[in-house]
């Protein structure tokens, strides 16, 4: 018996395993538009066995896009190719989620392999927003800071893309609440000096998340199920902690969030993180225990016997796979061989099983 392949049920929602696809940016869109290329990145990890693709930030906003790369689902015409993406990955037996993101502060940059520096007006970047006017790095353009009314427009934002989501055919939603965008600028002390309701004391910091988390959740059906990916700490003094976050969870658990995706960092960019194989998974371990709530571990899970190992000592319910995955899209086929666990191939490739 091996605990990855194990099926896995949320809700009305069964896991063919416990192998996610982590979201990671492609910056391959225009305005926001899919295209052939995330048709068969998606498609290809579908292929090879993943039980849950979370699909890359996609932007609830044009100005919440990282890049001019992003994926967006600010426009209804963009449900039409994510419609197609989705049914492929059906098709292939995998559960097709989608995260919902919005920049921040972080918004308006440039493509990662372009360096990922922040865009003038004039080089095609555009007006940044965020809980206070305090820039990411020091010589950035400072963010504007925003109104009661910005905040509002977010969780509606949030909500009209949660619909689009639903109809372009996801089963999950996950709300970007991490590696210091926008949602996370809220949540941490760091990049929040609010002194209205939205900021100050914990219960204000984690207003607008709780928001937005409240109204998703009223979006969507219960054959829907929401996950909320958040930084459980900023790994830096006087910043967001795990004591907060565990807090956070229960809160989050409590208006129906089905799952936490427990990452970590990205507010600032001196934090001092311990990398290291599973460096993250304590935090899914003790939000799991303390909060009572499903959590997913991610962060270099690299191998087979690592990730059965944090199932086994019931440390989190889903292993999410990063950059694991864009250098072996049959990592679950692999790994289902190397733990000696029968599983179905694609019928198209039963010839090359062992
Ligand atoms: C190319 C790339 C793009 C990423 N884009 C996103 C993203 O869109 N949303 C997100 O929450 N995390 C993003 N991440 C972080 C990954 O989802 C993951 O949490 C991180 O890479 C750690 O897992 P790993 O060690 O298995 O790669 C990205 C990472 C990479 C390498």
């Known amino acids: 018996m091996s605990f990855l392949f194990e099926p896995f049920s949320l809700n009305s929602i069964t896991f063919r395993n416990r192998l996610v696809m982590s979201p990671m940016c492609q910056y391959t869109a225009q305005d926001g538009f899919a295209n052939n290329w995330h048709l068969v990145h998606y498609g290809s990890r579908a292929v090879g066995g993943a039980a849950l693709i979370i ?10 896009r990282i890049s001019p790369g992003d994926l ?6 963009h449900i039409q190719k994510l419609s197609e993406i989705v049914e492929f990955i059906k098709q292939q037996g995998t559960i097709a989620g989608i995260q919902l993101a919005h920049a921040g ?29 305090i820039a990411f790095q020091p010589d950035e353009e400072l963010p504007v800071e925003m109104t009661v009314s910005d905040i509002q427009k977010v969780i509606s934002d949030f909500c009209i893309a949660a619909e689009r989501a639903k109809k372009a055919g996801y089963q999950v939603i996950e709300i ?15 990049s929040n000096h609010r002194t209205d309701s939205y900021g100050g004391s914990f219960e204000n910091r984690v207003r607008l998340l709780l928001e937005v988390a409240t ?25 967001w902690d795990v004591n907060e976050a565990i807090d956070l969870c229960k809160q989050l658990k409590m208006i129906g969030a089905d799952l936490i995706d427990c990452s970590s960092g990205g507010l600032i960019p001196t934090a001092r993180i311990p990398l290291g194989p599973g460096y993250q998974v304590d935090f899914a371990d003790r939000i799991r225990i ?6 997913g571990a ?19 319910d889903l292993v999410i796979l990063g950059r694991v995955l864009l250098r072996d899209p049959y990592f679950p ?22």
């Open 72 to 77: 967006g689902i600010y426009k209804v015409e």
């Open 176 to 190: 970007h609440a991490a590696h210091g965008y926008l949602l996370h600028e809220f949540l941490s002390p760091l």
């Open 105 to 133: 502060r972080k918004a308006g940059c440039n493509l990662a392999w372009k360096g990922g520096k922040q865009l003038s007006t004039e080089e095609g970047g555009w007006t940044r927003y965020a809980p206070s006017s």
């Open 215 to 239: 109204a998703m959740r009223k979006v969507l059906n219960d054959g829907e199920l929401l996950f909320v990916r958040i930084s459980a700490t900023d790994w830096a003094e006087g910043g």
């Open 333 to 354: 086929m692999n790994a289902a061989g190397k733990l000696e666990h029968d599983i179905d191939w694609p019928l198209q490739y039963s010839r090359a099983k062992q």
């Open 290 to 295: 303390e909060a009572n709530v499903p959590t």
């Open 55 to 64: 699909q890359e930030a996609t932007a609830i906003s044009p100005e919440g």
């Open 298 to 316: 991610v962060g270099l899970i690299t191998n087979a016997a690592q990730a059965e190992a944090i199932l086994m000592e019931g440390k989190a």
